[in-house]
């Protein structure tokens, strides 16, 4: 059995979020609840529905990297929303969920969380979570998106030197920022208010309604990095996001906007990726 309870997350739900929601499962294992949810009919277009895991076997990251868990250590949680017309600028939707998931954190008593483009959560420089985001267009009009985040609660030791040899970053942990870390249920709940609020201002408003969170709590911005891309590496100093979220890295007089790639720190402060 998993030892995350439906019944209180969704008793706690705000009622108009709760109204919306066509269906809440919690699973003791899975896969992917990012997987699960793309191969299930997708909600009505305003509506949501929710996977959230104890443990994942197959979680996933940006470019297929592997999302590693224990059971119990970490919370999984997977949103499928659907938009009433679709929005000009998908790719900036990562970023605008990591604004909501930093917002649930701080409505859990969480502060002193950055944002690392494009979809990592960073506390004491170390890796907290990371997001996913994944489309699916099932008509012209309407795309149904899949919004995916995982939060480190309480890594066993092993898992987090994993982790670091794996990112090439250490992973931070809820228990390691504060002395009594909210349980699942409560940062669930968060998580939930906060993501279908944002996805309904982002179909409204676009990305422009979170660039200037996302620019406040930019945690790559000064520092030396070097992009990894499928045609190569370029190197320089991240220096912020445009306004359709695209990273800007200077290097002499240039500045190159980034779309993707794989970010690794060269600057003083550490190593990450």
């Known amino acids: 059995m998993t030892s995350i309870d439906a019944t209180a997350i969704h008793d706690s739900l705000d009622p108009g979020v709760a109204a919306r929601m066509v269906q809440l499962e919690v699973f003791a294992e899975i896969e992917s609840t990012n997987s699960y949810l793309l ?41 499928a929303y659907t938009f009433s017309t679709r929005p000009d600028n998908l790719p900036g939707l990562t970023l605008a969920i990591g604004v909501a998931a930093l917002n649930a954190l701080r409505n859990s008593g969480i502060d002193d969380i ?68 909210p349980t699942r249920e409560a940062v669930s709940v968060a998580l939930i208010e906060n993501l279908v609020e944002s996805l309904s201002v982002f179909e409204e408003e676009g990305f422009s309604a979170f660039v200037t969170s996302w620019r406040d709590h930019d945690w790559l911005r000064g520092r030396q990095i070097t992009v990894e891309q499928s045609e190569g590496q370029i190197s320089g100093t991240a220096s912020g996001i445009d306004d359709d979220g695209a990273l800007l ?23 990450s990726a």
Do not use: Y
């Not at 997708?42 to 929710?50: I, Y």
């Not at 506390?123 to 489309?135: F, I, R, T, V, W």
């Not at 890295?249 to 190593?271: E, H, K, M, P, Q």
């Open 249 to 271: 890295l200077s290097s002499g007089d240039s500045i190159t906007r980034v779309i993707t790639g794989s970010i690794i720190v060269t600057s003083a402060s550490g190593i």
């Open 39 to 79: 191969q299930q009919q997708a909600p009505a277009a305003g509506k949501h529905r929710v996977a959230i895991a104890d443990h994942q076997t197959a979680g996933r990251g940006r470019q297929e990297r592997e999302w590693i868990s224990a059971p119990g250590s970490s919370l999984c949680l997977s949103l």
């Open 114 to 181: 950055s944002l690392k483009w494009p979809n990592d959560l960073v506390a004491q420089d170390g890796k907290l979570g990371g997001m996913l985001a994944e489309s699916q267009f099932r008509s012209e009009a309407n795309a149904t998106v899949v919004a995916g985040i995982g939060i480190n609660f309480d890594l066993p030791v092993q898992l987090i030197q994993e982790n670091a040899s794996r990112w090439a970053q250490h992973a931070v942990d809820l228990n390691a920022l504060v002395h009594r870390p």
